[in-house]
T-cell receptor, first 108, second 113 residues
Framework: KNEVEQSPQNLTAQEGEFITINCSYS?????LHWLQQHPGGGIVSLFM?????KKHGRLIATINIQEKHSSLHITASHPRDSAVYIC??????????WGAGTKLIIKP | NAGVTQTPKFQVLKTGQSMTLQCAQD?????MSWYRQDPGMGLRLIHY???????DQGEVPNGYNVSRSTTEDFPLRLLSAAPSQTSVYFC????????????FGPGTRLTVT
């Protein structure tokens, strides 16, 4: 069993829909990262959080340490949000353990 | 700041050839790392460095060497390329080993025939 599981693996939605991507992990963590990888390949950090909730524009990330679960939400989704979203947890040795990613497609 | 730069962007090698993937960062980051990304899998750590002169193995180090002679540069050497090393390679850096944001290079797409 992978230490970091993301769901769903693939998600297709219509423009304007509210999107939720989930990340569950089984190890003790120092922090959790959400990253975005566009079709061109570049990887960009979106959030780094160890408790509570963070918001940046239309993106919201939450984490529940007790349940070992995090969610990434996108409000008012847009075709430019189409990308692979990756969850990674930082273990107690400060190394990152990566999820396999969620491929999101937003149709106009 | 250029951030994290990688060269080349694309490379095709024949089995048995060697090459070096270059990585540099201009943010004075102590921690640098190399990952490979294969379809359907998460990023896998190849090697990492917590500072100049210090390197260590990650999850999948076999067939790769690294060195860190300066804070800025962290090249990855493929000793004798194999088709199993066909992948996309990412270099990344962060301030140090602690809880900091990680920055990625644009990636190198390597094909070994």
């Amino acid at each position: 069993k992978n230490e970091v599981e993301q769901s769903p693996q693939n998600l297709t939605a219509q423009e304007g829909e509210f999107i939720t991507i989930n990340c569950s992990y089984s190890v003790g963590i120092s922090a959790l990262h959400w990253l975005q990888q566009h079709p061109g390949g570049g990887i960009v950090s979106l959030f780094m959080l160890s408790s509570g909730k963070k918001k940046h524009g239309r993106l919201i990330a939450t984490i529940n340490i007790q349940e070992k679960h995090s969610s990434l939400h996108i409000t008012a989704s847009h075709p430019r949000d189409s990308a692979v979203y990756i969850c990674a947890v930082m273990d107690s040795n400060y190394q990152l353990i990566w999820g396999a990613g969620t491929k999101l497609i937003i149709k106009p | 700041n250029a951030g994290v730069t990688q060269t080349p962007k694309f490379q095709v090698l024949k089995t048995g050839q060697s090459m070096t993937l270059q990585c540099a960062q201009d943010m004075n980051h102590e921690y640098m790392s190399w990952y490979r990304q294969d379809p359907g899998m998460g990023l896998r750590l190849i090697h990492y460095s917590v500072g100049a002169g210090i390197t260590d193995q990650g999850e999948v180090p076999n067939g790769y060497n690294v060195s860190r002679s300066t804070t800025e540069d962290f090249p990855l050497r493929l000793l004798s390329a194999a088709p199993s090393q066909t992948s996309v390679y990412f270099c990344a850096s962060r301030r140090d080993l602690g809880v900091y944001e990680q920055y990625f290079g644009p990636g190198t797409r390597l094909t070994v025939t």
